[in-house]
């Protein structure tokens, strides 16, 4: 079976500049994943994806605070839920433990991407009415 893509589509695109750059990054850390296969990386690249993901859910965190979106506590619960599962991925992954990689590497692809299509565009909408709003 071919595997499915794991990079940034178009589809993904939220409109906001700097969310979609982040984004990006993220989903560029995925097609790494979709190459990295020595079990070696893999501790490395997951490390790296728990780095990236606080500083990009931070960032989301700071915005949603800014514009008082209203369903910022449980968008924020979700963030740190995916935090603590990526970290114990990547403690798994260094004890030995982490079995499937292929599925994981999907797991957290699917999960981020679903994200983005039900969570970031909530409050990214809101965000833009917001704007527009103000422009009136
Ligand atoms: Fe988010």
Redesign the pocket.
Known sequence: MAEEYLGWTEELRTGHTVIDTQHRLLFSIFETMEKQIEPAEVGAILNELVHYAETH?RD?ELLMAQIGFPGMGD?QR??HRMLSEVRTLAEEHSRGKLSDWVRTKRYLHDWLRD??LK??LAYIRFEIDQRKSKDL
């Open positions: 859910f989301e968008h979700l963030h994200h983005i969570e970031d």
